[in-house]
């Protein structure tokens, strides 16, 4: 009989006498049973027991975060062998083997690490700080025999690998759960594909879902440049020995995890201490376009304005134009001119591509530029298409070309094998379209004048005719064809609920025009928005305003309740919020308005969850354009809620600025390139924000701070003050010096960060939200603010828009640009 044998045998026996279990190790004559016991990493990051996913009632070995007490399990040992009851025991056998047996059945071995290597002497089971579960020797402590590293589940920890150790064949990849209730293998797996460029590639079963695109010494498939920031850096490995992707976390008390979940969406989460939930900090599917070969074969598939486009590269054409027009674009796309490798032939070059697939690919390494690498695809009859990387040199495709995206930003020049004739046919047809344009353009500026003449009689009579008609009828020609569900109040219910909208009923007044408590005939309170005649905002944001919001569903957002039109009368119902605005309780501070530190921390991050929402999570990007503290409102718990979305813009989804003419918004919030050139993103809101959160630290206003010993507005004080590195003398004088001071400087330091001159240094949302929950962030230096002096703005917007600019009470401003 073997020794293992023998140890079943005589397992029952040995039970009884088994020694308690040390923290972190378990040793040949101990056990873990299923009674609440659990092995504890030395520095309490990460726990070992039995255990039930939730709504289950089986028995799983697990690791999870000791420090997040929302109990998030990481790798399952028996995930395929569920134990039924707490029947479970959990040992390592002499001969260095580990197990999970039954009390109930010791000689039936429920799971097995089947660890085949050599027999070991005084073998030991231990759980490290990272999370990882070991198997050594203690005769020789540094040598895994075995470890959980190398078996992952659904979910990559900092220290574990994607990809191959093509030394020893070494596979390293995710597998979903099949269900939040059962961790045995689901229908997902996320695994390296180890072709002559890796790329990352998702699958359902057999079929491909997602493939990031291959990586190229830089980047996966022209994605955004991977950048290490508070969370992590980003770690790939590629050589002859090594072919794989990691990440560390770059702050030691940062806990994050990256997932696979059960619906195939690929996670990157951060566990927030002040929420107390886990945030999505970036999902790797951006969008819809990022499903596998959306638009078949030479097809290209871009997402703008929260809608997918696909189109044929040029020089080719639907394969079936019935089905393309019917938007079934699957088949893709063929040539319009077949190639001939007995004629004259050229390339076309495609830029902002995500590299299509490497089915049929090879790589030329002795093609050490563009022009070796085209004269090297050119030798080959069969060769479609090239491109050059900083990794792997010259690219080359044969056949089809597969799972092509455009990027808005980034991305990879592509050249694309063309018939001579359709490299000339495009030359001239540009010169063609060039005149046509012109004559088109002079033919209908002339219809255009005449329509117009004709549109403003019309418009008038149809706005007398229309004045006496129903809600749906006027909202329907005012907004458009939008399917809103927003209910539609009428004039006279409006009316009454603001006593015929009286002084006393008088709330404030905005850009927009005055706003009106109301309560209607159900008791419930609103505030509503009436669009005054002498308004700088009209139709234009009215509608702009009616159909974002009514799309948007966030706790840190103002919730639009009904519109009303009515003849000239356009009105929002919002509902009410009883602490009015921001500004009111730090501008404008007495004894019972004074905000507690406290609170306006929980203020700050509630607007930075608000705006991350907007940027990123919501079914529309949207840029709000004119965030300021009168548009933050706060309810009864002083929860702010942003509003006022008339200026508002939307963005695709790979889509990240635009320049516009009309410049509108408040200066004192403005970021420098908006207000100077027209151009905006999510990060001039980031520089709104910013200038917020200063104002919020410090109880003053940025346009119209004073200070005796210079002109600097509060951003160039605050800079000052940083300098001098006396930062935390910015907190409001009314407030004595928090316990927490660490989180006024936290909130000093990302204020600065966010209102630098340059676009590229300010952080993303989710990176702010990251530095406001981590008590010790990795973050970098601030550098100088944009328009830190109140006079560089007035000067430069003056001198870039070469007309005096409109200003109200708050400052809100409308600028057309010259250009």
Same mark, same amino acid.
């Given at each position: 009989?073997?020794?293992?044998?023998?140890?079943?045998?005589?397992?029952?026996?040995? /039970?009884?006498?088994?020694?308690? @279990?040390?923290?972190?190790?378990?040793?040949?004559?101990?056990?873990?049973?299923?009674?609440?016991?659990?092995?504890?990493?030395?520095?309490?990051?990460?726990?070992?027991?039995? /255990?039930?996913?939730?709504?289950?009632?089986?028995?799983?070995?697990?690791?999870?975060?000791?420090?997040?007490?929302?109990?998030?399990?990481?790798?399952?040992?028996?995930?395929?062998?569920?134990?039924?009851?707490?029947?479970?025991?959990?040992?390592?056998?002499?001969?260095?083997?580990? $197990?999970?047996?039954?009390?109930?059945?010791?000689?039936?071995?429920?799971?097995?690490?089947?660890?085949?290597?050599?027999?070991?002497?005084?073998? &030991?089971?231990?759980?490290?700080?990272?999370?990882?579960?070991?198997?050594?020797?203690?005769?020789?402590?540094?040598?895994?025999?075995?470890?959980?590293?190398?078996?992952?589940?659904?979910?990559?920890?900092?220290?574990?690998?994607?990809?191959?150790?093509?030394?020893?064949?070494?596979?390293?990849?995710?597998?979903?759960?099949?269900?939040?209730?059962?961790?045995?293998?689901?229908?997902?797996?996320?695994?390296?594909?180890?072709?002559?460029?890796?790329?990352?590639?998702?699958?359902?079963?057999?079929?491909?879902?997602?493939?990031?695109?291959?990586?190229?010494?830089?980047?996966?498939?022209?994605?955004?440049?991977?950048?290490?920031?508070? &969370?992590?850096?980003? $770690?790939? #490995?590629? +050589?002859?020995?090594?072919?794989?992707?990691?990440?560390?976390?770059?702050?030691?008390?940062?806990?994050?995890?990256?997932?696979?979940?059960?619906?195939?969406? !690929?996670?990157? =989460?951060?566990?927030?201490?002040?929420?107390?939930?886990? $945030?999505?900090?970036? %999902?790797?599917?951006?969008?819809?376009?990022?499903?596998?070969?959306?638009?078949?074969?030479?097809?290209?598939?871009?997402?703008?304005?929260?809608?997918?486009?696909?189109?044929?590269?040029?020089?080719?054409?639907?394969?079936?134009?019935?089905?393309?027009?019917?938007?079934?674009?699957?088949?893709?796309?063929?040539?319009?001119?077949?190639?001939?490798?007995?004629?004259?032939?050229?390339?076309?070059?495609?830029?902002?591509?995500?590299?299509?697939?490497?089915?049929?690919?090879?790589?030329?390494?002795?093609?050490?530029?563009?022009? #070796?690498?085209?004269?090297?695809?050119?030798?080959?009859?069969?060769?479609?298409?090239?491109?050059?990387?900083? =990794?792997?040199?010259?690219?080359?495709?044969? #056949?089809?070309?597969?799972? @092509?995206?455009?990027?808005?930003?980034?991305?990879?020049?592509?050249?694309?094998?063309?018939?001579?004739?359709?490299?000339?046919?495009?030359?001239?047809?540009?010169?063609?379209?060039?005149?046509?344009?012109?004559?088109?353009?002079?033919?209908?500026?002339?219809?255009?004048?005449?329509?117009?003449?004709?549109?403003?009689?019309?418009?008038?009579?149809?706005?007398?005719?229309?004045?006496?008609?129903?809600?749906?009828?006027?909202?329907?020609?005012?907004i458009g064809d939008e399917n809103l569900e927003l209910p539609l109040l009428s004039f006279v219910t409006i009316s009454n609920a603001t006593n015929q909208f009286s002084f006393r009923n008088k709330i404030g007044e905005g850009g927009f025009g005055p706003v009106y408590k109301g309560v209607l005939p159900m008791g419930k309170e609103i505030a509503v928005k009436r669009l005054s005649k002498d308004s700088e905002q009209g139709l234009k944001e009215f509608k702009n305003e009616v159909i974002l919001i009514e799309k948007l569903q966030h706790r840190n957002l103002v919730k639009l309740l009904g519109c009303c039109i009515h003849g000239e009368e356009r009105m929002l119902a919002y509902e009410y919020m009883p602490n009015k605005s921001l500004d009111l309780f730090?501008?404008?501070?007495?004894?019972?308005?004074? =905000?507690?530190?406290?609170?306006?921390?929980?203020?700050?991050?509630?607007?930075?969850?608000?705006?991350?929402?907007?940027?990123? +999570?919501?079914?529309?990007?949207?840029?709000?354009?004119?965030?300021?503290?009168?548009?933050?409102?706060?309810?009864?718990?002083?929860?702010? *809620?942003?509003?006022?979305?008339?200026?508002?813009? %939307?963005?695709?989804?790979?889509?990240?600025?635009?320049?516009?003419?009309? !410049?509108?918004?408040?200066?004192?919030?403005?970021?420098?390139?908006?207000?100077?050139?027209?151009?905006?993103?999510?990060?001039?809101?980031?520089?709104?924000?910013?200038?917020?959160?200063?104002?919020?630290?410090?109880?003053?206003?940025?346009?119209?701070?004073?200070?005796?010993?210079?002109?600097?507005?509060?951003?160039?004080?605050?800079?000052?003050?940083?300098? #001098?590195?006396?930062?935390?003398?910015?907190?409001?004088?009314?407030?004595?010096?928090?316990?927490?001071?660490?989180?006024?400087?936290?909130?000093?330091?990302?204020?600065?960060?966010?209102?630098?001159?340059?676009?590229?240094?300010?952080?993303?949302?989710?990176? !702010?939200?990251?530095?406001?929950? @981590?008590?010790?962030?990795?973050?970098?230096?601030? *550098?100088?603010?944009?328009?830190?002096?109140?006079?560089?703005?007035?000067?430069?917007?003056?001198?870039?828009?070469?007309?005096?600019?409109?200003?109200?009470?708050?400052?809100?401003?409308?600028? !057309?640009?010259?250009?």
């Open positions: 009989m073997k020794f293992d044998q023998l140890f079943f045998f005589l397992f029952p026996v040995l /039970f009884f006498f088994i020694s308690s @279990i040390a923290v972190d190790t378990l040793a040949p004559n101990q056990a873990l049973l299923d009674n609440g016991t659990t092995l504890v990493s030395p520095s309490q990051s990460f726990e070992l027991g039995f /255990f039930s996913p939730w709504k289950s009632k089986n028995r799983y070995i697990g690791i999870w975060f000791k420090k997040v007490p929302e109990q998030t399990v990481v790798w399952v040992a028996n995930n395929d062998s569920p134990l039924t009851d707490s029947s479970g025991i959990l040992t390592i056998t002499p001969g260095g083997n580990i $197990i999970i047996t039954s009390t109930s059945n010791q000689s039936s071995i429920i799971w097995t690490a089947n660890i085949t290597s050599r027999k070991v002497s005084n073998p &030991v089971l231990q759980i490290l700080d990272r999370g990882n579960l070991v198997l050594k020797s203690n005769d020789n402590l540094d040598n895994y025999l075995w470890q959980s590293f190398d078996y992952p589940c659904d979910t990559l920890i900092p220290g574990m690998k994607l990809g191959w150790n093509l030394r020893t064949n070494q596979e390293w990849y995710l597998t979903s759960w099949k269900s939040p209730q059962d961790p045995s293998t689901g229908d997902f797996t996320y695994r390296m594909d180890p072709a002559v460029l890796p790329s990352i590639v998702l699958r359902q079963g057999s079929q491909i879902e997602f493939r990031s695109g291959p990586w190229d010494g830089v980047r996966f498939g022209g994605q955004p440049v991977l950048q290490q920031n508070a &969370v992590f850096k980003p $770690i790939v #490995e590629f +050589d002859s020995d090594n072919l794989y992707y990691a990440f560390e976390n770059s702050d030691v008390s940062i806990i994050s995890r990256f997932v696979v979940n059960q619906s195939g969406l !690929v996670k990157h =989460l951060i566990w927030s201490q002040t929420h107390n939930q886990w $945030i999505d900090i970036a %999902t790797m599917q951006t969008d819809s376009c990022d499903d596998y070969a959306r638009c078949g074969n030479f097809g290209v598939c871009s997402f703008y304005y929260n809608s997918l486009s696909c189109d044929c590269l040029s020089g080719f054409v639907p394969r079936k134009r019935q089905a393309w027009a019917q938007f079934d674009r699957s088949g893709g796309c063929i040539r319009r001119t077949p190639l001939n490798c007995t004629t004259m032939i050229g390339f076309r070059k495609f830029s902002r591509l995500k590299l299509p697939d490497t089915l049929n690919f090879s790589v030329n390494r002795n093609a050490m530029n563009l022009v #070796e690498c085209e004269e090297a695809c050119l030798k080959n009859c069969l060769c479609v298409a090239y491109a050059m990387t900083q =990794l792997s040199g010259c690219m080359a495709w044969f #056949e089809d070309l597969l799972d @092509i995206r455009k990027y808005s930003e980034g991305g990879q020049d592509l050249y694309v094998r063309m018939p001579a004739s359709e490299l000339d046919s495009s030359k001239k047809s540009k010169r063609t379209a060039v005149v046509a344009s012109v004559s088109v353009i002079s033919f209908l500026l002339v219809l255009g004048l005449i329509s117009w003449f004709a549109f403003r009689k019309k418009t008038a009579n149809n706005r007398r005719a229309l004045a006496d008609h129903n809600p749906s009828q006027e909202i329907n020609q005012s730090i501008f404008n501070q007495t004894k019972d308005t004074t =905000l507690s530190w406290h609170k306006r921390f929980d203020i700050i991050s509630g607007i930075a969850r608000g705006l991350l929402y907007l940027h990123r +999570d919501s079914r529309l990007r949207i840029i709000h354009r004119d965030l300021k503290a009168s548009n933050i409102l706060l309810d009864s718990d002083m929860n702010p *809620k942003i509003s006022d979305f008339g200026l508002a813009r %939307t963005f695709g989804g790979d889509q990240y600025e635009e320049n516009t003419k009309r !410049v509108m918004g408040t200066y004192g919030y403005m970021a420098p390139e908006y207000a100077i050139d027209g151009l905006f993103s999510v990060k001039s809101d980031v520089f709104s924000f910013g200038v917020l959160v200063l104002e919020i630290v410090s109880g003053k206003k940025n346009r119209g701070f004073y200070h005796p010993d210079h002109d600097l507005n509060l951003l160039g004080h605050a800079w000052n003050l940083w300098n #001098e590195g006396n930062p935390v003398d910015l907190l409001d004088a009314s407030l004595v010096t928090p316990n927490s001071a660490s989180e006024v400087l936290r909130c000093i330091h990302v204020g600065l960060l966010c209102v630098q001159q340059h676009p590229e240094d300010r952080p993303t949302m989710s990176n !702010v939200l990251l530095m406001l929950d @981590i008590q010790h962030p990795v973050v970098s230096q601030p *550098k100088q603010p944009g328009f830190y002096s109140e006079r560089s703005l007035v000067e430069a917007a003056s001198s870039s828009t070469g007309n005096k600019p409109h200003t109200s009470n708050e400052l809100t401003v409308t600028l !057309v640009q010259g250009r």
